[in-house]
């Protein structure tokens, strides 16, 4: 008998698990392994501090985002005192797993089923890896942070499977020699139309590799041929490639987390990606993090009703910021015209420190109100047509 069964081990599990264990409970960790998540690895200054990240996970070290425009203008903003880290998921999620089952958690091998109840006792049926047999595990408790399209949520949590989904997809590509166009401390961002109608291209440095990609929510684009497009917009079009991979990106955190009775989400499972960015890996830890609170509330408490404090807590802290990416993706990400517009908005200095800030510390600047309400005049203007691109 568990305190907590955690099923998925990606970042938003490991993550439960581990805090999970390190508050004293009991916790098996179930994961169906064998599959590299698809994942761009870009991760911020805030993840490597809260979640102490060694440096040998960090497989480059990003220092400036170019943003391209669709007419194929380019604003370089340097990373100020600091660096955008990036990591390999096919290190990253094993070191994670790992760090969890050091501190204590049980790993379990193989796929999540069902979660099947007898009176008050709640028991987690999964196919064992190794055996191929149906398997059962107690807990008082499950977290499920099995990923975008959770079984858990499908089953689970009212309306759990109706997350609307980005289309994900990229190519990992050995890395080409620094050059004009290739540098491998720099991540290039790429708003154009003819690669994603309505989210971004991106190239980030991995290192010996790097990750080349688009996303869509429509889904008569090829995604394969946009990327073809990506790569021989960007010079890479004869790099060797190593890995063609995509995934589903949730886009909105659902409405409800957990069930009021022995069930909470965490991670993409409960739709918790950043608009605008499509900024994961943060989010799901920290996902993680609420969801082993939540859980510990609950154990110590004896009340279930302390599941829903996951997604307050989460809210608390990251409702603003969702919000106004949301808002932003809204406005900006929706023709040519409104993309270079937004390119020309990256320009200005405020703009940069203002997102960079958000993406880097996860915090929203206060201290210059005269910069807010330039901002705000700016993206006026944009939106509304006022200023033509090349005059910002
Ligand atoms: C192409 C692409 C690029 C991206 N780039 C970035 C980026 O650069 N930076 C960033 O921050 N985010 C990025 N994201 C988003 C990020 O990858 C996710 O938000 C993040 O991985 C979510 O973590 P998670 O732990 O919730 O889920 P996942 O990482 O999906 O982990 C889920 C885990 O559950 C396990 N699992 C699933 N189903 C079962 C089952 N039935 N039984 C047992 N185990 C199961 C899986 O094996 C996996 O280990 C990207 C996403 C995509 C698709």
């Not at 089953?155 to 109706?162: C, D, V, Y």
């Not at 961002?189 to 080349?212: E, N």
């Not at 997102?355 to 210059?368: C, I, P, S």
């Amino acid at each position: 008998m568990y305190d907590a069964i955690v099923v998925g081990g990606g970042p938003a599990g490991a993550t439960a698990a581990e805090d999970l264990v390190r508050s004293g409970y009991r916790v098996a960790l179930l994961d169906r392994d064998g599959r590299i998540k698809p994942c761009g690895g870009a991760i911020p200054p805030r993840l490597i501090a809260d979640f102490d990240i060694p440096d040998d996970q960090l497989i480059a070290r990003i220092t400036t985002a170019r943003m391209i425009s669709p007419t194929g203008r380019k604003v370089d903003i340097g990373i100020e005192n600091g660096f955008v880290g990036m990591v390999d998921r096919k290190d990253f999620d094993p070191f994670l797993r790992d760090r969890a089952e050091a501190a204590g958690a049980v790993r379990h091998t193989g796929t999540f089923l069902r979660i099947e109840r007898e009176g008050t006792r709640t028991f987690t049926h999964y196919r064992d890896k190794a055996t191929g047999e149906e398997r059962r595990l107690e807990s008082r408790y499950v977290i499920g942070a099995d990923g975008a399209r959770s079984r858990v949520a499908e089953q689970e949590i009212p309306a759990g499977g109706t997350t609307p989904l980005v289309f994900a997809y990229h190519e990992i590509i050995a890395a080409p020699e620094a050059s004009e166009q290739y540098d491998p401390a720099r991540c290039d961002v790429v708003y154009d139309g003819a690669i994603s109608p309505d989210f971004y291209g991106w190239v980030f440095p991995h290192g010996a590799s790097a990750s080349v990609g688009m996303g869509t929510y429509v889904k008569s684009v090829d995604l394969k041929q946009a990327t073809a497009a990506l790569r021989a917009s960007s010079g890479l079009a004869g790099c060797e490639t190593l890995r063609r991979e995509g995934a589903p990106i949730p886009l909105k955190p659902l409405a409800k987390w957990d069930n009021g009775r022995d069930v909470v989400l965490a991670g993409d499972a409960a739709g918790v990606v950043a608009p605008s960015s499509g900024e994961g890996i943060y989010y799901a830890m920290i996902g993680g993090r609420v969801a082993a609170a939540a859980v510990s509330a609950a154990l110590a408490s004896g009340k279930a009703s302390k599941l829903a404090l996951a997604r307050r807590l989460f809210m608390r802290e990251h409702k603003t910021v969702f919000r106004v990416l949301g808002q932003m993706q809204d406005a900006y990400y929706k023709s040519d015209m409104r993309r270079e517009r937004f390119v020309s908005l990256c320009h200005d200095i405020d703009v940069q420190r203002l997102t960079f800030e958000a993406y880097m510390n996860k915090k929203l600047v206060k201290a210059r109100p005269l910069a807010h309400i330039k901002i705000g005049f700016k993206n006026l203007a944009h939106l509304t047509g006022l200023v033509r691109p090349e005059h910002v």
